[in-house]
Structure formats: C-alpha cells, structure tokens
C-alpha cells in the first residue's frame, strides 16, 4: 500500500487540501481533482504531460524550503529564476503548498 502526502492548494484565492499517492506526477494529481492546470487553449493543445509545452506551470513550496528536486531542464531554469515549474515534471514525494496560476493565452501569465 502506497503512503499518501498532503497537499494544499491554493487557487483563485481559495485553500483546499488535498491527498496524493506518493511518487504520483503533481500535474495528474491536480487534474484528477479538477484544478485547471492549462489555461483556456493549453487545456487542448498541450504535451501530455511531456514537459514540452511548458503551459502546466505552477508555484511549489515544499516542506524542505523548496526541496522538490528540479526534473529536466526548463524546471531546473524555473528554479534557479524563479518562475513557476512545470507540474508535469514534479513528482509528489513530501507535503507542499502549490499555487496555480491564472493563464490568459497558451500557458502565459497575465501581464503585471
């Protein structure tokens, strides 16, 4: 029997908490919950889950300060830069806090 990890999510300006297998990938366990990982066209034309596209971006903190290891790549340079990483590559291994970002066009933040 696998051991579950909580994970509280916060979107638009909501707290939920939910539980996720562990080693699970984190865009699959928020998809299977219903959080709107993609934006409106991304939600369609995306990867898969290959860590392509880039559009599945969130903001993770860990309970290590940041301890979820960088997988490939583009989640090495979001960690090191500080955007948001691409759930596709994040596997569910401790309790985190991730914040889903609003997306306007393909996987793009609103402009600040």
């Given at each position: 029997?696998?051991?579950?990890?909580?994970?509280?999510?916060?979107?638009?300006?909501?707290?939920?908490?939910?539980?996720?297998?562990?080693?699970?990938?984190?865009?699959?366990?928020?998809?299977?919950?219903?959080?709107?990982?993609?934006?409106?066209?991304?939600?369609?034309?995306?990867?898969?889950?290959?860590?392509?596209?880039?559009?599945?971006?969130?903001?993770?903190?860990?309970?290590?300060?940041?301890?979820?290891?960088?997988?490939?790549?583009?989640?090495?340079?979001?960690?090191?830069?500080?955007?948001?990483?691409?759930?596709?590559?994040?596997?569910?291994?401790?309790?985190?806090?991730?914040?889903?970002?609003?997306?306007?066009?393909?996987g793009q933040l609103r402009p600040e």
């Open positions: 029997m696998n051991e579950s990890v909580t994970l509280t999510v916060r979107e638009d300006g909501a707290e939920t908490t939910i539980e996720a297998e562990r080693g699970a990938i984190l865009r699959d366990v928020l998809r299977s919950h219903g959080v709107a990982v993609y934006g409106s066209v991304s939600r369609v034309a995306n990867c898969g889950g290959r860590g392509l596209c880039g559009t599945c971006g969130v903001r993770v903190e860990g309970a290590e300060g940041g301890s979820i290891p960088a997988a490939g790549l583009h989640d090495a340079a979001a960690k090191r830069w500080g955007y948001p990483r691409l759930s596709c590559r994040i596997r569910v291994t401790e309790p985190m806090t991730v914040e889903v970002i609003e997306k306007v066009v393909w």
